[in-house]
């Protein structure tokens, strides 16, 4: 853990003190580099390959479209395994397939498809290295200093973002696109051995993996019934979606606005990576002096603004005075969104979490960068950058249907206590099993009990239960049933360790309203059919060799 030393807890740099943090962030700097050449490589290589503005436009997506459908299999997969092995995995199919891509060019038979497809196949590889890096930040720095941690990880790609493009536009004018590919796979490599290099310790599960279908519809469902992590991913997509013309469109703008090359191309996306990394160096201030809500709002406004400026400007200066308030206001944005996901996860299911928290944003830059190269080419470049400022801007109405949580989670997990007693032959697949929980309430605290049961609802329903119910008794008022499905018996175990403390103190809430001593939970096997004699002389199940496995 990251010790206080002489500065205060929380500060911009003070995750650096960590070496393995330091050495894995100085790493991905290089590693952005490499990113950033690609995207200022493919998206140039575009614009000679074809003069569409809706396939120039499609390279931003190409490389966004990934992180949509990858990375919440690559969440689950880093929550079930260990997540070192799973960020070496991925950052080397990237590398291995840069170096193809280059291959391709340096023999000339790049087109504008197989481009496309190339950018797609490296995006899927950083987007399988995503969710283990964003969830291991956790085990690597404390956690008063995460939020400075999460900033800096966007400041480690923003300081590649302030000078990457500009060299990357220098490089393709000097040796052509093939070479920024090649040195992409070359920038990749730091970052893979120093993931190798970490000397991470796995505690694996005491149950065995779930099934990557189940795990993935766990980690949404967790999401869907979070109602921070809901806000948050909902809000951070429609100002993905608001703002994809700033990179989905940027090269058009320095071609057509401003009459330039591909190195003015670069000077404005590093004008709003010099605002991204000025941002982000004062997320944790901004943390402690303004509420979620009002921050996301007040850098809405201002991207906004920024936008509509660099539609009417034709003057390079102005445009990237544009570009740097976008920088900013973007960062500052998903730095603080990200944290927010952050503190609402609890460990079993952060990669998860996280990785639906970049599918939101992707989704909406990657949709957004499309949509917008329509409009586009149906109403000019400029209009459309004012359009999408005004779209920006009004996102702020989003607060008033859907406010952010301002206050973090204590996401500690405990440990529930009195285990089930067995007597069937259970196997992990055994299922569907369903629980029902009985609560004796005096009848005068029908309405509070009621509205703490809703919000367990959503408890069991995060955790892993199906199909909840809540009963009344007609004859005698007082009792009432809770009922609620699990797949298997192994959902239901998993659903037991899952449990973080506000989730537990909610189901205490419920239980303070039992008048009987303790509650009386019963478990039931539904469909026993494999526990059942097939015939009267069959062996009965339960006097076979076959164990259970218990809690």
């Known amino acids: 853990m990251a010790d206080s030393g002489q500065e205060a807890p929380g500060g911009a740099f003070a995750p650096l003190r960590e070496p393995v943090f330091r050495r894995i962030w100085s790493a991905s700097l290089l590693s952005n580099f490499g990113q950033l ?93 995503s969710p283990s890096w964003q969830a291991s930040i956790p085990e690597q720095v404390s956690r008063e200093n995460l939020p400075a941690a999460v900033a800096l990880g966007t400041i480690s790609y923003n300081v590649a973002r302030s000078f990457g493009p500009a060299l990357g ?9 093939q070479a920024v590919f090649g040195l992409t796979s070359v920038l990749y490599l730091p ?106 709002r007040l850098f809405a406004v201002a991207t906004g603004l920024a936008l509509i400026v660099i539609g009417f400007s034709t003057n390079t200066v102005l445009t990237c005075a544009g570009f740097f308030v976008i920088g900013m206001s973007n960062i500052l944005t998903v730095a603080i969104l990200n944290v927010t996901v952050q503190m609402s996860a609890p460990r079993w299911v952060t ?31 400029a209009l459309a950058f004012i359009t999408s400022g005004v779209a920006v801007a009004a996102t702020v109405l989003l607060g008033f249907v859907l406010p952010l949580p301002d206050e973090d989670s204590d996401t500690s997990m405990v440990e529930i206590g009195y285990e089930p007693e067995v007597a069937l032959a259970l196997t992990l697949r055994s299922g569907p099993i369903v629980v029902e929980v009985e609560y004796d309430v005096e009848p005068g605290q029908a309405r509070e009990f009621y509205d703490t049961m809703m919000n367990l609802q959503r408890v069991r329903k995060r955790l892993g239960g199906f199909d909840w119910s809540l009963a009344r008794d007609i004859e005698n008022p007082a009792l009432w049933t809770e009922r609620y499905h699990c797949p298997t018996w ?30 009386r939970v019963t478990r039931r096997l539904e469909r026993p059919f494999g526990s059942v004699r097939w015939k009267a002389d069959s062996l009965d199940p339960q006097q076979e060799t076959v164990g259970y496995i218990g809690p």
């Open 37 to 129: 050449f690609l995207g200022v490589g493919a998206a140039w290589e575009m614009t000679q390959l074809s003069n569409s503005a809706t396939m120039v436009s499609l390279v931003q997506t190409a490389l966004m479209v990934p992180l949509m459908f990858v990375t919440l299999p690559a969440g689950a997969i880093a929550d079930m395994f260990d997540r070192r092995r799973i960020a070496v995995s991925g950052l080397a199919f990237s590398a291995v397939m840069a170096a193809v891509l280059a291959a391709i060019a340096f023999m000339g038979l790049t087109t504008p498809w197989l481009l496309l497809l190339f950018c797609a196949l490296i995006g899927a590889g950083v987007a399988l290295y």
């Open 169 to 177: 536009g220098v490089i393709v004018l000097a040796a052509g696109a």
């Open 191 to 296: 970052l893979l051995f120093s993931f190798v290099l970490w000397k991470r310790r796995h505690v694996p599960s005491r149950l065995p993996p779930e099934r990557i279908d189940r795990a993935m519809i766990g980690g949404a469902r967790y999401a869907l019934h979070s109602p921070g992590i809901r806000t948050a991913l909902t809000r951070i997509f429609a100002f993905g979606l608001c703002t994809a013309t700033a990179s989905g469109l940027a090269p058009l703008v320095a071609k057509e606005l401003l009459r330039g090359d591909a190195a003015i191309y670069g000077i404005l996306l590093g004008a709003q990576g010099v605002g991204a990394v000025l941002g982000a160096l004062f997320v944790a201030q901004i943390k402690q002096r303004l509420t979620t809500e009002s921050a996301v």
């Open 351 to 381: 990669a998860r979490a996280l990785s639906l928290y970049s599918s939101a944003i992707t989704a909406g830059i990657g949709i957004g960068a499309y949509a917008w190269g329509e409009i586009a080419g149906e109403i000019g470049v």
């Open 490 to 519: 192994g959902d239901y175990l998993r659903m037991r360790d899952r449990y973080a403390a506000p989730e537990y103190q909610i189901q205490a809430e419920a239980d303070s309203f039992n008048r009987q001593r303790g509650r």
